[in-house]
């Protein structure tokens, strides 16, 4: 009697556990929960499906179906779980994979146009995704076509907003006004998305020649607009001067006219050759002169 209790007790629970069968293919264009529709469930509160939502559409590739009930149940859900295994898609992994995107640009976001934030895929299906003259930029029109394992097509649209990752420099401390740099002890290498209209700074080399014009806190993005260029020419002392073409380069000296900071043009005077340089600033009491 016992053991016909505990199977008719198994079987009532069994009947009422909480059962999701998933697609055998998803694609997430996003984190949407309008992609919820694509699970079917039975005997499931909202809370479950919800984080069962969650978790899916932030994993990639293949995975058991034994896994996800694992990472479910350390959750707190009881939840039975099929198939054997799905595959997930990011979307933006695939727009990586199948369009020859310019270098330093990366897809920021993506969405579905007039779908839900998953698409469900029968097992075998391919997706193609082409880009008519994209040009990287924010809402580009994407060509998305569904190859089926039967051979059908289906096409539909999508968009993704693309950004230009650039390298930069963040502080790791925090610098007072007219500050000079230590090299990369101060900096942290990084590759961030280009702010409009503002210059960053792209190499520590270069910041030799500049001292910060205000205070800068620990963790700030470096920009031009922080730094002022130090004098490395200044009026009346002895400049070295090279004069450079494509076939010959020659080193002198003479006197210079002006203060002048990196890139900025200055007047060198010879005055054994009684004769005057236009040259650009390239290091400490060095000009460029161009012939």
Same mark, same amino acid.
């Given at each position: ?56 559409? %932030? ?5 058991? !179906?034994? @896994? ?13 779980? %099929?198939?054997?295994?799905? &595959? ?15 270098? %330093? ?6 969405? !579905? ?12 299906? /391919? ?26 097509? @289906? ?7 693309? &950004? ?14 007219? !500050? ?22 792209? !190499? ?6 500049? /001292? ?20 490395? &020419? ?28 990196? %890139? ?28």
């Amino acid at each position: 009697m016992k053991y016909v209790l505990l199977f008719l007790f198994f079987i009532i629970q069994t009947s009422f556990a909480c059962e999701v069968f998933l697609p055998y293919q998803m694609v997430v264009f996003n984190g949407e929960k309008s992609g919820k529709n694509v699970f079917q469930a039975k005997n499931c509160e909202s809370s479950v499906t919800d984080d069962l939502h969650h978790l899916v559409t %932030g994993l990639e590739g293949r995975i058991a !179906s034994f @896994q996800l009930k694992e990472m479910m149940t350390s959750r707190g859900h009881a939840i039975e779980i %099929g198939p054997q295994s799905i &595959v997930v898609h990011q979307f933006s992994t695939m727009i990586r994979d199948q369009l020859p995107l310019p270098s %330093g640009v990366q897809v920021k976001t993506t969405r !579905s146009i007039n779908k839900t934030g998953i698409l469900a895929l029968p097992a075998g299906d /391919k997706l193609e995704i082409t880009c008519s003259g994209c040009l990287y930029g924010i809402q580009q029109p994407l060509n998305i076509t569904v190859l089926g394992f039967d051979g059908s097509k @289906q096409s539909f649209l999508a968009n993704a907003d693309f &950004v230009k990752m650039v390298k930069a420099y963040r502080l790791l401390s925090a610098l007072p006004s007219f !500050s000079s740099f230590n090299g990369s002890d101060d900096l942290k290498e990084e590759y961030v998305e280009s702010i409009p209209h503002t210059e960053l700074i792209t !190499s520590v080399d270069e910041l030799k020649f500049y /001292k910060t014009n205000k205070p800068l806190k620990a963790g700030e993005i470096l920009k031009k607009s922080d730094l002022n260029a130090i004098n490395l &020419v200044r009026a009346g002392l002895k400049t070295d001067v090279v004069l450079e073409n494509q076939m010959i380069r020659i080193k002198t000296q003479g006197i210079s006219r002006s203060n002048g900071a990196i %890139g900025e043009i200055v007047e060198v005077f010879h005055p054994q050759k009684n004769k005057k340089y236009q040259g650009r600033v390239i290091d400490i009491n060095k000009v460029l002169v161009e012939l």
